[in-house]
T-cell receptor, first 117, second 111 residues
Framework: GAVVSQHPSRVICKSGTSVKIECRSL??????MFWYRQFPKQSLMLMAT?????????EQGVEKDKFLINHASLTLSTLTVTSAHPEDSSFYIC?????????????FGDGTRLSIL | TQLLEQSPQFLSIQEGENLTVYCNSS?????LQWYRQEPGEGPVLLVT?????EVKKLKRLTFQFGDARKDSSLHITAAQPGDTGLYLC???????????FGQGTRLTINP
């Protein structure tokens, strides 16, 4: 089955640091990737939709200058949390899908646990 | 306002019992997906339902999509401890492929 690789799996860093998270589709072309945030004991909340070769579309309330998304190729999207603060600590999950195929499910990465001290 | 209401949010039952998890909305979805998520991992797709009234079975799990494509249910027969986990429903609206997730059901099966 389709595999999505997310790296790193865990990051612990000091307040003010910028952190980059990578999301790769390993065996299919991901025309669309999604970035989610999940707080403890809560469900996934969509942050932004990333389409290859174009600017990401952010959900209401998500700061685009805080969460920079780049989708430079059909297999890689990156999320950079700029100047991270403790309130940015969360579980970040990406998913990828082939938009050109109808009703294709999203395949999820294993998430990145971000802890800002 | 939660677009997808999932219930119950917590369920703890004994091994061998049956259970049903519900996912309800006032909105119509082009498809609905059920995922299972383990702690510290991403969600893993269980099933996608597309057609109103559709029923899909995956071993002891039965998934149903409402006739109006606004609701869905997951029924587990003879639950086992290995079924323990967080179950998430997610609806896709139109052709945007954006998913809206329910709150999740944290299921615990006691031996």
């Amino acid at each position: 089955g389709a595999v999505v690789s997310q790296h790193p799996s865990r990051v612990i860093c000091k307040s003010g640091t910028s952190v980059k998270i990578e999301c790769r589709s390993l065996d299919f072309q991901a025309t669309t990737m999604f970035w989610y945030r999940q707080f403890p004991k809560q469900s996934l909340m969509l942050m932004a939709t990333s389409n290859e070769g174009s600017k990401a579309t952010y959900e209401q309330g998500v700061e685009k200058d805080k969460f920079l998304i780049n989708h430079a190729s059909l297999t890689l999207s990156t999320l950079t949390v700029t100047s991270a603060h403790p309130e940015d600590s969360s579980f970040y999950i990406c998913s990828a899908t082939d938009r050109d195929r109808l009703h294709q499910p999203q395949h999820f990465g294993d998430g990145t646990r971000l802890s800002i001290l | 306002t939660q677009l997808l209401e999932q219930s119950p949010q917590f369920l703890s039952i004994q091994e061998g019992e049956n259970l049903t998890v519900y996912c309800n909305s006032s909105s119509v979805f082009s498809s609905l997906q059920w995922y299972r998520q383990e702690p510290g991992e991403g969600p893993v797709l269980l099933v996608t339902v597309v057609t109103g009234g559709e029923v899909k079975k995956l071993k002891r799990l039965t998934f149903q999509f409402g006739d109006a494509r606004k609701d869905s249910s997951l029924h587990i027969t003879a639950a086992q401890p290995g079924d323990t986990g967080l179950y998430l429903c997610a609806g896709e609206r139109g052709g945007a492929q954006k998913l809206v997730f329910g709150q999740g059901t944290r299921l615990t099966i006691n031996p």
